[in-house]
């Protein structure tokens, strides 16, 4: 599987983004995919993930209410949408993907799968 993040850049606090994952050589619809973050001297957190085969959609609390996750199944492509967006949301911000689904999707060590990361800096 190979994974492509865009969509990210420059924006002031209390602006919007929205990030793109797309996905190829997936060949099964058991399946996720999840946004995490990584911020300069920190570690690699979890933002969202989707559950391809019923949809579900898990977030992580520090973004719940401000970011949104979806799916395009006929372009295989995951989108987070990014509002409120707060100076401590400054990161790399990577997508992920797996086959199956494991119930520590919060943990990076649970995805098999990483895109090359996009940069999202949000100015005060």
């Known amino acids: 599987v190979q994974l492509q993040a865009s969509g990210g850049g420059l924006v002031q606090a209390g602006g919007s983004l929205r990030l793109s994952c797309a996905a190829s050589?997936?060949?099964?619809?058991?399946?996720?995919m999840a946004w995490f973050r990584q911020a300069p001297g920190k570690e690699r957190e979890f933002v969202a993930a989707?559950?391809?085969?019923?949809?579900?959609?898990y977030y992580a609390q520090s973004v719940k209410g401000r970011f949104t996750s979806s799916k395009d199944n006929a372009k295989n492509t995951m989108y987070l949408q990014m509002n409120s967006l707060k100076p401590e949301d400054t990161a790399v911000y990577y997508c992920?993907?797996?086959?199956?689904?494991?119930?520590?999707?919060?943990?990076?060590?649970?995805?098999?799968?990483w895109g090359q990361g996009t940069l999202v800096t949000v100015s005060s």
């Open positions: 992920a993907a797996r086959y199956g689904w494991s119930v520590v999707y919060y943990y990076a060590s649970s995805w098999h799968y």
């Open positions: 050589g997936r060949a099964s619809n058991d399946y996720g």
């Open positions: 989707i559950r391809w085969s019923n949809g579900a959609i």
